[in-house]
């Protein structure tokens, strides 16, 4: 398929992905429209990607190794067991296999933006207000103006308009859970080879658990240390994070800060509660959790990618690999189709119900390592495997592979 004007609206991990995507299905030409003025790449923490998905997204050419990664081989789980008087790390669950590469969120995004080909015309500060969909077109309200295209992408994260003008009762679902955030020079951290630079840890307590991993550091070279803490937070607290917004650094209030400096005392290790303590006011950080699937990522002349599509739980263990493989799947349909119509249907029938499965698992894992943990002091190895075997289920953590719903 060759021709075609364009427009994507959002310009982080999936727009800029959908940018390449696009040129190279042969599209005419594409302009996207990016609402933050600024640098994404100042903002951000730690993702991480599974090293089959990174296979697969190098041999698509949307990832390779001149973007700054760092190496996780193994998980391990760890509980505190005052009884058992284990040292400050806490009692070893279990120790399972991790192939998973972490990243930076800013610096992936600088390679992704630089990789967006210069014919495509990407408007930074530039939000867009309306978006207008018909079987034969989109119009776009940006800055006072409209412009007319005959596709539009949503790559506008969760709270999409381009989603919102196709799928209108699709809203986000409050999970009833938060999550506390940090990330840091790992230089701060104490007895740093207590804890391997390979390994992701999970530390899991009585309603929530810590993953925490290290990611580089794009500045000195070396490493952050990287953490993430879900549980519900007190009665009462979370009313104000019922719509989704993150609660940047430095503005959690006094209740939220409290709540976590709790847990780091009474239910995490002396080890991690030490790491959680480590983190500034102004590094500290809060998303409240929540997921939604559309039902149709493609309708009309409109297409969903990225999170403006699909939000699953973080659990998953997938949220940009998932945005990257929207590209690599709209790339594929535009390559075989002869018209939009058809490429547009050939992307819906292959993205939809990975987004689906990918809802469900984070569900179900939300379920298990926060909502309704099982008493990790009576798991050891085997009983872990068994847990996590059965919570996974499907078998999609990490996500699942490119093309499986069509294969
Ligand atoms: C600044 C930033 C930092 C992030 N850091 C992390 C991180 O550290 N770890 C992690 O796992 N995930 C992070 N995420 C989320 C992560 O990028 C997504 O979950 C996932 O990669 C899918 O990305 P996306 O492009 O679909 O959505 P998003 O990354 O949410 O991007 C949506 C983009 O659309 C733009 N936009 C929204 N509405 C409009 C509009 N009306 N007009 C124009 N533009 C609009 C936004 O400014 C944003 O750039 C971050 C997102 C952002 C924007």
Redesign the pocket.
């Known amino acids: 398929m060759r021709g075609g004007k364009v427009a994507i ?7 800029c992905a959908a940018a390449l995507a696009l040129r190279r299905g042969g599209a005419e030409s594409v302009t996207v ?4 003025s600024g640098r ?1 790449a100042d ?5 991480a990607m599974h090293n089959a998905r990174y296979t697969e997204l190098e041999s698509a050419g949307l990832v390779d190794t001149s973007m700054p990664w760092h190496q996780v081989t193994r998980r391990r789980w760890y509980v505190r067991d005052d009884a058992a008087a284990d040292g400050e790390l806490g009692r070893e669950l279990a120790v399972m296999p991790f192939p998973f590469r972490t990243y ?3 610096p992936l ?1 600088h390679e992704l933006r630089g990789r967006v080909p210069e014919a495509a015309d990407f408007r930074h500060g ?4 309306v978006v207008e969909v018909t079987p034969e077109g989109a119009e776009v309200h ?1 800055a006072g103006r409209t412009d007319r295209y005959d596709v539009v992408v949503g ?7 381009v989603r919102a003008a196709v799928h209108p009762t699709v809203r986000p679902g409050y999970a009833g859970y938060l999550a506390w955030r940090g990330a840091y020079p790992s230089e701060r951290l104490r007895d740093p080879e207590l804890w391997p630079e390979d390994e992701c840890v999970y530390v899991v307590f009585p309603g929530g658990h810590m993953v925490v991993y290290r990611i580089p550091d794009a500045v000195t070279g070396g490493h952050r240390v990287n953490w993430v803490l879900y549980t519900a937070p007190p009665p009462g607290l979370d009313q104000v994070l019922e719509t989704p917004t993150t609660l940047h650094p430095g503005t959690a209030g006094a209740g939220l800060c409290d709540h976590l400096a709790y847990v780091a005392a009474e239910l995490l290790p002396t080890y991690w509660g030490d790491l959680v303590r480590a983190t500034t006011h102004d590094e500290l950080f809060l998303q409240p959790l929540y997921d939604f699937t559309a039902p149709r990522y493609a309708v009309d002349r409109a297409l969903l ?4 599509a699909t ?1 699953a739980r ?1 659990h998953t263990g997938a ?2 690999v ?2 990257l493989q929207d590209a690599t799947a709209l790339q594929a349909a535009l390559t075989s189709a002869s018209t939009w119509a058809e490429a547009l249907s050939s992307y819906d029938s292959d993205r939809a119900p990975t987004g689906r499965v990918m809802v469900d698992l984070g569900r179900q894992l939300g379920r298990g390592l926060v909502q309704r943990t099982p008493d990790w002091r009576a798991l050891d190895q085997a009983g872990l495997e068994a847990w996590w075997q059965q919570a996974d289920g499907t078998g999609a953590f990490g996500g699942r592979r490119i093309g499986r719903s069509t294969a």
């Open positions: 609206v959002g310009g982080s991990i999936a727009g429209y990016e609402r933050a994404l903002r951000g923490v730690g993702l930076n969120w800013g995004w530039s939000a867009v207000e940006a790559a506008d994260g969760y709270r999409s308009a990618v990225g999170d403006a939000v973080p949220g940009a998932k945005a």
